[in-house]
């Protein structure tokens, strides 16, 4: 298992995803879990299988400066460049009182953090969970979780490399104690219950970047000649079937060093969703389905030569207008 996890971890909405998009610090650490994955260790096959919509997760998020920050090969994201524009009143680790010790104060989020994820679970109508875990030695040093939406509480384990008891603290202050895997709980919670302790996507070896939302960009023409296509810093198309019901939009757009891909219709209510994004220095491919049908398009946006540009598609959607 990995020495840290630190994460926000959520079933998948189009309302939570479409947020998302919208908020680069989110984005460009997003990663969507849609299909079910497995890994064999020691000759044991184990599988993880997401929730409808997909599991989201945008890690990892914690202190700067600290070891778990060092020990990431990516640039965290701090936990204190999220905040809700309300104040919201929330749980704090002080809530759990005599169980949360002195020497690990510092190594809980802001309220700030927590009151922003209260913020976009109540906005998005999703049930999402900040889940933080830290090893030494194979052993659980440091261990909780905080949930919001249809539950709202906060847990921390208690001696965690002896025991699975955890202190539980309800939103109306009442503090219990129980035996509990926390992230066997939080993941049931969000409609993926895993088999045992054990994490397929909490392994070291775990291809984070086959599922990131937003693909690094390696390369951006900067017009095109006779695709007519318009390209970065925008590029927008429309695919649908020509009848204008599902005509959808699809922009291409260059977010803090990453490319957003996004599908929305022209009255903003969301007919599709962009997934499989692969990104490499001649082409952009991506997935295309709609949430009412279940019809999907698959698009490739080539660099021909030079900075032209060439869009094709298989499946069911032909090419309607482009956006200029």
């Not at 890994?39 to 599991?55: N, V, W």
């Not at 129980?178 to 992230?183: C, G, H, I, Q, T």
């Not at 909490?202 to 023409?221: D, I, K, N, Q, Y």
């Not at 970065?232 to 990453?258: C, K, M, Q, Y």
Request: a negative charge; aromatic letters at 8%; charged letters at 20%.
């Amino acid at each position: 298992m990995t020495w840290y996890a630190t994460e926000i971890l959520a079933r998948c909405t189009p309302a939570l995803l479409a947020a998302v998009m919208k908020e680069p610090k989110l984005a460009s650490r997003a990663y969507l879990i849609r299909e079910p994955v497995h890994c064999t260790i020691d000759e044991t096959r184990h599988s993880f299988h997401p929730p409808e919509g997909g599991l989201l997760v945008v890690r990892p998020i914690c202190e700067p400066g600290t070891h778990c920050a060092e020990w990431h090969d990516a640039d965290v994201l701090s936990w204190h460049a999220l905040e809700a524009p309300e104040r919201r009143r929330t749980l704090s680790p002080r809530s759990l009182g005599e169980h949360v010790e002195a020497e690990f104060a510092d190594q809980f989020p802001p309220p700030a953090f927590f009151g922003y994820l209260k913020n976009l679970s109540i906005e998005t109508g999703t049930d999402m969970a900040f889940f933080h875990r830290a090893m030494w030695g194979g052993d659980t040093d440091l261990e909780y979780v905080w949930l919001f939406g249809t539950r709202e509480e906060a847990s921390v384990l208690l001696q965690p490399a002896e025991a699975l008891e955890a202190a539980r603290v309800q939103k109306d202050g009442d503090v219990q104690t129980l035996n509990v895997d926390l992230l066997s709980d939080t993941l049931a919670y969000l409609g993926a219950p895993i088999a045992s302790a054990f994490c397929v996507f909490h392994t070291r070896g775990f291809a984070w970047e086959a599922h990131r939302l937003v693909p690094a960009r390696t390369r951006a023409p900067t017009k095109a000649r006779s695709s007519g296509v318009a390209t970065s810093p925008f590029l927008g198309i429309w695919i649908g079937n020509g009848d204008g019901a599902t005509d959808v939009e699809v922009s291409v757009r260059e977010v803090s060093g990453h490319l957003l891909v996004e599908a929305f219709r022209s009255d903003k209510k969301e007919a599709a969703v962009v997934t499989d994004i692969q990104l490499s220095a001649t082409e952009l491919v991506f997935q295309v389905r709609w949430t009412s049908s279940g019809r999907s398009a698959h698009c490739k946006l080539q660099l021909v030569s030079g900075d032209e540009l060439r869009l094709t598609f298989t499946g069911h959607a032909t090419l309607v207008r482009q956006v200029v």
